[in-house]
Every structure is written in structure tokens, then in C-alpha cells.
């Protein structure tokens, strides 16, 4: 008699809650959202931006014919067909969503709000319309240079930034992460790594991004597909060649880096040891200031789309697609708007310790005739005398 009665009453408590459920659920799509064409950003702002191109940059980070153009290369792979239960969200609009998403950092459910859209539809966009960016970008702005192309990088160093036999500048920065339902403190953080390989025209060449072991890891550098390349002589780099000016003996393509990356072949990095002679202090100027690209390319990158300021929840996949795209969209922007000298700020993304490797006999003597070579009347420059 007992269980009997206990099982009607969990059932009426089942019938109850079941009851409470549908009425608390008393429409198929919320009435915030249903205002989404009358009251949301897109509705409301968009045309106001398009009559305002100073803050149409402000909102998006790019002018209204850098978005008109990046919009008809992006609009084929986000266009949606309507159904008969809902209009889909046309392309501009999933567009400027996540641009507006990369240039604040914003969270998903303010920009849900903002835009009148489920949470959940504002990350599948974001999502999708980053590995769009990516996928449409990349092979246009950023491919892998050939060897005319890594040429054209040399001549850019030697001129720029008067540092001879140069196809890059290497730096590894910091993205962090919080764990979803986790706090903004403690263990919660955790962090994917940025590899930047640029040119000295502030624009990326290469971009990688993966966890590569934890951030205190010895091989960091060594745990990269780029790395693996440049060992395995797959990256086409030019020829060896002597110094300017001079006709032997020939040394291989450098890219410059800090001492975290170690000393080799293809890596120079600057000296660490204490009471440094004057050909090795002015070594060290020198290539601080070509390695110097980097830094600002990241200021750059890092001052025009916030999110990489911010701490992302986000899942480590999400969080690689969203880097990736800031970075192809800097180098579009780069190349279509240019940048202004002031916008080389300093940014907030840590960098990563590395444990270095012992440089080779070769590379050791690469260095030190590189050395050498700047206080030659080939090699030095007018100023570089205050700095030794």
C-alpha cells in the first residue's frame, strides 16, 4: 500500500513539473529575439555606420570598401537559405557580428543582446565565419612564400632595418584561456601559443597555433610544424651568400629571434653573456632592432583586434580558429589600408620562456663573422657608433 501510494505521488510530481515546463515555455522563439530585424545592431546601427565611415572604422576595425571587398570574397561560403519557419541571417550580418566579435573581445551572450540572437547562434557564427576568413584568406595573404618571395623579404631587412641575409623576424606570444564554467583565476587559465613568423613590412608570413606543451616547455619552438620545415630544408629558402659588399665566403638565410630560440643554422639570436666586446654589442643592437618587427607586428595585430587582449572562454579549437583569422584579417587590412606609425603600441600578450639549445660550432662562427661584419665600412651603418 505504501510503494503504491509513494509511485502516484512521485508520478503527480512528474505531471506537475511536466505542466510547469510548458507553461513556463510559452513561445517557440523568445520575443527579444523576434525584434532582431526591427531593434538589433544589424537593423538599427548598420545603416548609420554606412553613413558614418569614421565610426564604421571604430566599430569594425577596416573602411566600409575593405568590408564591401572582404564581403564579396567571404559572401558565397556564409550565405543560408530561408526556411519556412525562419529567415536565415544574411552574410553581411555575420560578418560584422564577428568583426565586431575580434575588434572588442566581447562575450557571446553581449553580443546576443546586442544583436538579438541566441547565444548559441552568435558562437556557431563567430565560428564559422572565422575558419571562412581563414580558408578564403590565407591562400591570397598569407601563403607560404616562394623562393622569389623570400627574395623580395631579404632585400626588405637589408633595407628596412640593415640587417643583411634576413628572411624574418621569429616571436612566440601567449593566448590565454579560461576553462568553460571555470573562474578568472587560479588554475582556470591555461594557454595556447602564437608562433609569428614576419617581414619587415609588419605583415605575418607565417602564423601557427597550438599548445606545443605547456608554456614553460624546453622544445616549444622544436614542437612546431615550422620548425620540422625549416630543419627538413622544405621552406625553398634562397641560396647561401656572402655578406654585401663582399664575395667570400657565403652564409645561409637567417631569421633573427630572441635568445629563447637558441642559435643555429637559420636562427640568429643576440648574445647573453656578460662584458661584450663592441662587435658583439653592436650585434645585439642590430638585431634587436630587426627582431624588433615582430614586437610591433603583434602590437598591431593585438591593438586592432581586442579579443587577443581579452581572455578567452573558449575552447582551445575555437580560440585557434579566432587567432588564426585576426591574424590573416591583419595582414588584409595591412595590405589594403596600410597602418599609421602611432599604432605601434605596446601589447599586452606574454611571450614564452623557452629553454634554449646549445648553438652549433657553425652557427656560433656564423654569428661572429656577422659580428665582425658590422664594423666593416660594408657592413656598418652611420648611426650604429653612439651604440657601441
Known amino acids: 500500500m505504501a510503494q503504491r501510494v509513494l509511485l502516484a505521488l512521485a508520478l503527480l510530481l512528474l505531471l506537475m513539473l511536466e505542466r510547469r515546463q510548458r507553461a513556463e515555455r510559452r513561445y517557440w522563439v523568445h520575443p527579444r529575439l523576434m525584434q532582431r530585424r ?47 519557419m525562419r529567415q536565415a541571417i544574411c552574410p553581411e550580418q555575420r560578418l560584422l557580428l564577428t568583426l565586431r566579435f575580434l575588434a572588442t573581445g566581447h562575450s557571446y551572450s553581449s553580443l546576443s543582446v546586442q544583436f538579438r540572437l541566441g547565444t548559441s547562434t552568435v558562437s556557431g557564427i563567430v565560428k564559422h565565419t572565422c575558419e571562412v576568413l581563414w580558408r578564403v584568406l590565407q591562400p591570397r595573404y598569407m601563403a607560404v612564400p616562394n623562393q622569389a618571395k623570400w627574395e623580395e623579404i631579404l632585400a626588405m631587412f637589408s633595407e628596412r632595418v640593415n640587417f643583411p641575409n634576413c628572411f624574418g623576424a621569429l616571436g612566440v606570444k601567449e593566448i590565454r584561456l579560461v576553462r568553460s564554467g571555470g573562474s578568472d583565476y587560479g588554475d582556470d587559465i591555461f594557454s ?17 597555433v597550438g599548445s606545443f606543451g605547456s608554456p614553460t616547455d624546453s ?50 639570436q643576440p ?45 582551445p579549437v575555437n580560440a585557434t580558429d579566432v587567432v588564426k583569422a585576426s591574424c590573416v584579417l591583419h595582414n588584409y587590412v ?55
Open 38 to 84: 526591427e531593434r538589433g545592431h544589424f537593423a538599427t546601427l548598420y545603416p548609420e555606420l554606412l553613413q558614418n565611415p569614421e565610426q564604421f572604422f571604430d566599430y569594425c576595425r577596416m573602411t566600409i570598401p575593405v568590408f564591401n571587398a572582404l564581403l564579396d570574397m567571404v559572401r558565397a561560403y556564409l550565405r543560408r537559405t530561408d526556411t519556412r
Open 192 to 208: 595556447l601559443v602564437l608562433l609569428a613568423l614576419v617581414d619587415a613590412d609588419f605583415r605575418f608570413t607565417y602564423v601557427e
Open 219 to 268: 622544445f616549444v619552438f622544436q614542437n612546431t610544424h615550422f620548425y620540422q620545415s625549416l630543419r627538413a630544408n622544405r621552406l625553398h629558402l634562397p641560396n647561401p651568400r656572402p655578406w654585401p659588399g663582399t664575395s667570400s665566403p657565403s652564409y645561409p638565410c637567417v631569421l633573427v629571434a630572441s635568445e629563447a630560440f637558441g642559435l643555429s643554422d637559420h636562427i640568429m
Open 271 to 315: 648574445y647573453t653573456e656578460q662584458d661584450l666586446s663592441a662587435a658583439q654589442k653592436m650585434f645585439n643592437h642590430r638585431l634587436s632592432r630587426a627582431q624588433s618587427m615582430v614586437e610591433n607586428t603583434i602590437g598591431l595585430l593585438a591593438n586592432k583586434w581586442n579579443v587577443l587582449h581579452s581572455v578567452m572562454r573558449l575552447s
Open 334 to 388: 595591412r595590405d589594403a589600408e596600410g597602418y599609421q606609425s602611432e599604432h605601434l603600441l605596446k601589447h599586452d600578450m606574454a611571450g614564452v620562456y623557452c629553454q634554449p639549445p646549445a648553438g652549433t660550432a657553425t652557427a656560433t662562427n656564423n654569428r661572429d663573422s656577422l659580428a665582425q661584419f658590422f664594423l666593416t665600412p660594408q657592413g656598418q651603418v652611420p648611426w650604429q657608433e653612439m651604440f657601441i
